[in-house]
């Protein structure tokens, strides 16, 4: 059969334009159905654009959405529909609203999906087999009198089950060549429980984890690419896991640069004592960790309580500390806006990124994501003021907050992103930057770029805007790992901070961001203040456009 899988891009810009990077849900899926002989091709916008063309003419179109790109994946799916090609759609937002996706697909996966779809191709021509198939929401009954229906839900996959499964085939996404990373999961699941992600309802707490010598051999197949991202929501759950997974890099020679996501207190030996795990962290930088990226969330112990986050503001400053120590740079990730954060509490967090000298952070909004205890708890509470997914980005403020208005939180949130990416301090830090370093920048670009024999290409590249990245990632792959590793610390935080102060600028000029800023705006009490001006606010969104 043949079989075409998208993964759309959401509308708009947004903080995460420059990551290049799939999930790994369609090439899973697609490894498991190219296995049992079907034709799979995978887009995923973000790396290259659709060809309708072969789309069109395929016999099942399946679409992997989150809640920011669901509408564009329901518009994409409601024309072939209507062109009479069957569509699925699987992802952690159709999965909690399984009813809302089949008024625009023909099959909706909830939850894990590599086994429901095999079954479901199986079944394409027998729909009485539909019926047995968890996990499965269609529509049945004869013509012009189908009904939904939700058959039971699919437990998530055993340990074993897990550990059988097959490495995503990436080679099967169009453009895949463009990746800024190899991405590459070693667990499902997250034993924590905070309030408003939604990784525990679709993957649960019972975290499976993958053989190391499976990912060490996945790593093997990924050595052209240099860079890997682990995609696991928290990469160090099981300690000793981790360090044979490193050491098992550092035996078999596999030199890359690494990142991944890790909780503050992976830091600690023994966290009680403050105790640093000097040996996690060696292992950490020998085996090329260049970034982690930390769920701080916020520097606000009560919003910390709130989020049911089980970390202490101290373990956050802790962490800073010792990776900076390792060389290894933090990416603070921080959620705005709980019933414990006012503007002035925003405005700390931001200080305190500044202050503990974080290199690169996200400042993202509180949003309700559907399936998240604190989705049941906005709805519960009538706090949702939209229902438009394409806003549930991070980006946007779409619930009522307690001590703000939302528009306050909106402009806050926005404030503390410009102020950390101010043009200034990432100029500064660049300067700081090339002076400490001027001897290694001369001997690398004397050998590596002036007698580099791709120098035109390289040059022409860096000239044109739309193949900058092509060209960048061109030069990266000729240098060995020690000099690309010193040539990131140097030039990466500095090149992320323009990027974001750049990004920033023109998301608030675009015109989705200044509706919905309008929007806000009009949910705003018109009471002016008692010296008889607008509401602060007012005069603020004048110097935000
Ligand atoms: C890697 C990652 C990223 C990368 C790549 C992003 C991308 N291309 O979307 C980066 C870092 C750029 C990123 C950014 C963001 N991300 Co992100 N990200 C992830 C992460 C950690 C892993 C994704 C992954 O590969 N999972 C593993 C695969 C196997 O799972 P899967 O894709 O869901 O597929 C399985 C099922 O869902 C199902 N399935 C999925 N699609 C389909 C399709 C069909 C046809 C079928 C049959 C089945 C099926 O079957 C698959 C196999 O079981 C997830 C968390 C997670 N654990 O999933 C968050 C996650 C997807 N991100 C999330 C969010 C909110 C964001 C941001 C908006 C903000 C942020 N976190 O900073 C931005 C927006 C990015 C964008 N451009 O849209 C949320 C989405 C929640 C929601 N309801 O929308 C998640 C779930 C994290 C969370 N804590 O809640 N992200």
């Known amino acids: 059969m043949k079989i075409r899988l998208i993964e759309p891009r959401p509308a708009g810009l947004s903080m995460f334009d420059s990551a290049l990077l799939p999930r790994l849900g369609l090439p899973l899926i697609g490894r498991v159905l190219t296995r049992e002989g079907h034709d799979v091709r995978i887009y995923v916008e973000n790396l290259a654009p659709i060809d309708w063309g072969d789309v069109l003419s395929a016999d099942l179109v399946g679409f992997s959405a989150t809640s920011a790109t669901a509408p ?12 009479a090609i069957p569509t699925v759609i699987g992802g952690v937002h159709v999965t909690f609203l399984a009813d809302e996706a089949l008024d625009h697909c023909d ?3 909830r939850g894990e999906g590599q086994q429901t779809i095999l079954e479901l191709v199986a079944a394409l021509n027998d729909p009485a087999r539909l019926e047995q198939i968890a996990g499965l929401s269609y529509w049945d009954g004869p013509a012009g009198r189908c009904l939904k229906r939700h058959n039971p839900d699919r437990p998530a996959c055993s340990p074993e089950e897990f550990a059988a499964l097959p ?6 996404i169009v453009g895949s060549e463009r990746m800024t990373s190899a991405p590459v999961m070693t667990q499902w699941g997250c034993p924590f429980n905070c309030n408003f992600c939604s990784v525990i309802q679709m993957f649960g707490r019972n975290v499976r984890a993958r053989p190391v010598e499976d990912i060490l051999d996945e790593l093997e197949t990924q050595r052209d690419r240099g860079n890997v991202f682990f995609y696991d929501d928290n990469f160090v759950i099981d300690k000793p896991r981790t360090m044979r997974l490193l050491r098992g890099m550092r035996e078999r020679d596999l030199r890359f640069i690494w990142s991944a996501q890790v909780r503050a207190e992976i830091v600690y030996a023994d966290k009680r004592t403050g105790e640093i795990d000097h040996e996690l962290l060696g292992l950490m930088r020998e085996t090329g960790c260049s970034t982690v990226y930390c769920g701080f969330e916020s520097a606000n112990p009560e919003t910390l309580k709130l989020y049911r986050k089980q970390q202490d503001v101290e373990s956050i400053r802790a962490s800073i500390r010792a990776f900076h120590e390792y060389g290894i740079m933090v990416h603070g990730m921080f959620v705005l806006g709980s019933d414990a954060d006012d503007k002035a509490g925003i405005s700390q967090t931001a200080e305190f990124a500044i202050e503990n000298e974080i290199d690169t952070v996200q400042f993202l909004i509180l949003t309700p994501c559907p399936g998240t205890a604190f989705y049941d708890q906005m709805a519960a509470e009538g706090r949702i003021l939209t229902q438009d997914w394409a806003l549930y980005d991070g980006h946007h403020c779409v619930i009522q907050p307690t001590l703000m208005d939302p528009y306050e939180l909106q402009f ?11 043009a200034r301090r990432a100029w500064r ?19 590596d770029v002036v007698l580099n024999r791709q120098f035109p290409r390289l040059a022409r590249g860096l000239l044109d805007r739309s193949r900058q990245l092509d060209a960048v990632r061109m030069f990266k792959q000729r240098l060995n790992r020690e000099k690309r590793r010193r040539l990131e610390s140097l030039v990466m935080v500095p090149a992320l901070r323009l990027y974001g102060h750049r990004q920033i600028r023109r998301w608030a000029d675009q015109a989705r961001s200044r509706a919905h800023i309008e929007f806000l705006k ?9 010296s008889g001006k607008p509401p602060v606010c007012d005069r603020a969104v004048k110097s935000l456009s």
């Open 72 to 83: 564009v994946a329901y518009a994409l799916a409601a024309s072939l529909r209507r062109a």
């Open 107 to 109: 099959y909706v996966v």
């Open 167 to 172: 490495a995503p085939d990436l080679s099967l």
């Open 412 to 422: 806050s949130a926005h404030k503390a992103m410009a102020r950390f990416y101010s």
């Open 429 to 447: 830090r660049l300067a700081t930057s090339l002076i400490r370093n001027l001897p290694f920048l001369l001997r690398l670009a004397w050998r």
């Open 522 to 530: 009009r949910l705003m009490p018109r009471v002016p203040g008692r």
